[in-house]
């Protein structure tokens, strides 16, 4: 649909015929696509020469529900591709109260130090109901927020996981082309967030907890197993003992699971990011992981199949949302599922049943 | 598409019409389905008498791609349905060497002394290369395929763990219909087949052996937590020391699972099933699962589950198999993938330029 609207706009502008058979309607259609084209252009070029307000706009329109919005948003996250290529991108999780924010405005602050440029993210599918849960109180990182070389962005909202993904891949995109070189990714490691926040960053980084008492208990399962590192907070006063004997624990649990496609040997780091100790390891880590993975051909491999991994994802979310929003589907499949409760059919004579409305 | 001839001669039955006007290809297209169906229902009652080779018949009537077979098998399977109720499903998973054969026939073999009906089942998605791997070899199992009571039959060949998947869940209902009460499920651990054995069955046996060494190790993620017994082989001669050691361990494993919704503790017990030992307190660990599941609404809640789980994964395999197969889509997919490597657009807009071609 929004295809169409914007090839008659660009043959119009290239085409020889009278314009003489053009309805008042699609005249219309013309003069706003050349409207937003043009406002469009200017935005995509602020956005590239790193202006924050035009990389507000920018992630705004991508965020947008509206057919205008998306429209724009693809052209510009089009524009933008191209310039959209240095940086790292890291995810970061752990369960509330770890610290998180803290984390990040400890670790943000060291990179702006570094020359670095920097910008945070966040994944949290929930935050439609909580209107931003994380990030969402900016105050939180009240150092990181005044830093001109900082841009922070709460969690899109959205109805599903995909929704929330697919707005954070292109504001990652945009934060790229903006000339950011750290993005990090937040999430709070709802449902499936983790996992989302994993096939979109190169470097997936677990913050725990240095506690009393089991270790490993609480933990999701396959978390560990996707952390490149798992970082142990407040390891600091009376906490010390503890830490080093959680970073033994998580030592011996990473053994456990088969070596990655990166080759990356996981590790396990002790910090502080309310006194900032640890903070610059946790950076020379990084930079080992992505000098690594650059050598041996992972990183850009990875991205690759990243990008593959969501062509794949964004159109088996297409087709499932088109056949279950269908209002005839809708009725059929809660007669279908109240035969199935009633043993009255098979799953399969069910699917058959609603297959044939499409 | 098959839905379409069924009602045809359904309709043919039914109506009033002079058949004048019914093409000589419709004519031959009734007949047919009338013979069909006068097979389908000599063999549907041969079925539900217990009749282990009409049972085999219409397995391989679900197993077989043909649209004619699976009309049929359509109309097998439903007709079964409302007798196919009473059983115990058991899953059964174990790396290579474990002795999942011996097994099967120690476990069914008893379970045949004390009165019960006995079908094996194997999923193995790679049994299209490997032409069946596991229970291929009935030899294997010399001296239950010799039994009365007992149905044995190797994994179907498929081009996707979901039709596998498919396959066995309807082989597993016919099999009910014809009065086995216990069906064991073997699988051999390719890919994500522990997860669909998972889902198809009412109580999921993990076997393992006893080693020196690390006894986590190797064992996949996800399997451990999935399983409610680890049951450890070859537990004789001078293996027994380290067989309770690896008891332990597993047990102190287990207790770091949160707990499952069927309320059920996994239990970890020591069998040798070369020398049939531990094999009856398999069973009645078994029995206890179920009258307390039973008891609790877990057992056909969790069937019903399954069921709509079921539903659902038949709907959306159908949908991305007939999305991907279209010949204009998988032209552009090859397009979009290199797109994608050269790093010229993005997975949305390939997804978007992909999806407008449906």
């Not at 950076?283 to 050598?295: Q, R, V």
């Not at 589907?329 to 007669?335: A, P, R, T």
Request: hydrophobic share 35%; glycine share 6%; aromatic share 6%.
């Amino acid at each position: 649909m929004n295809e169409h609207q914007h090839k008659s706009a660009l043959s119009e502008s290239q085409s020889n015929n009278s314009s003489g058979n053009v309805s008042a309607e699609s005249a219309q259609r013309i003069r706003d696509s050349r409207r937003n084209k043009s406002s469009e252009k200017s935005l995509l070029k602020d956005l590239l020469e790193g202006n924050k307000t035009a990389l507000g706009r920018s992630i705004t329109l991508v965020e947008s529900n509206q057919l205008k919005h998306k429209e724009m948003a693809e052209a510009i996250v089009e524009g933008a591709l191209p310039h959209a290529k240095k940086s790292i991108r890291v995810g970061i999780t752990g369960v509330p109260g770890v610290g998180k924010s803290t984390f990040i405005e400890s670790f943000g602050s060291y990179l702006i130090e570094q020359g670095k440029k920097v910008a945070v993210l966040a994944v949290d599918p929930s935050s439609s109901v909580s209107h931003g849960s994380i990030l969402g109180d900016k105050t939180r990182m009240e150092k990181l927020v005044t830093q001109k070389n900082a841009f922070i962005r709460p969690s899109p909202s959205g109805d599903s996981l995909g929704g929330v993904a697919r707005k954070t891949r292109e504001s990652i995109l945009l934060c790229e082309a903006a000339g950011f070189d750290v993005i990090l990714i937040e999430t709070v490691g709802v449902g499936q967030s983790e996992t989302t926040v994993h096939s979109m960053t190169d470097f997936f980084l677990l913050l725990k907890l240095a506690g009393a008492g089991d270790e490993l208990q609480g933990i999701k399962r396959g978390i560990v197993e996707m952390a490149d590192a798992i970082v142990i907070n407040k390891a600091d006063g009376d906490n010390q003992k503890a830490a080093r004997e959680a970073r033994l624990e998580f030592k011996r649990a990473l053994q456990l699971y088969p070596p990655k496609p990166s080759e990356w040997k996981p590790q396990v780091q002790l910090i502080s990011a309310l006194y900032e100790k640890g903070i610059s390891e946790v950076w020379e880590m990084i930079t080992e992981f992505k000098s690594s993975t650059y050598k041996n051909g992972h990183f850009e491999h990875n991205r690759q199949e990243q990008n593959k991994f969501w062509l794949f994802q964004s159109i088996n979310d297409h087709l499932k949302s088109q056949f279950y929003n269908d209002p005839k589907v809708k009725i059929e499949l809660e007669k279908q599922l109240r035969l199935i409760e009633e043993n009255k059919t098979t799953a399969f004579t069910a699917a058959r049943a609603l297959l044939k409305l499409s």
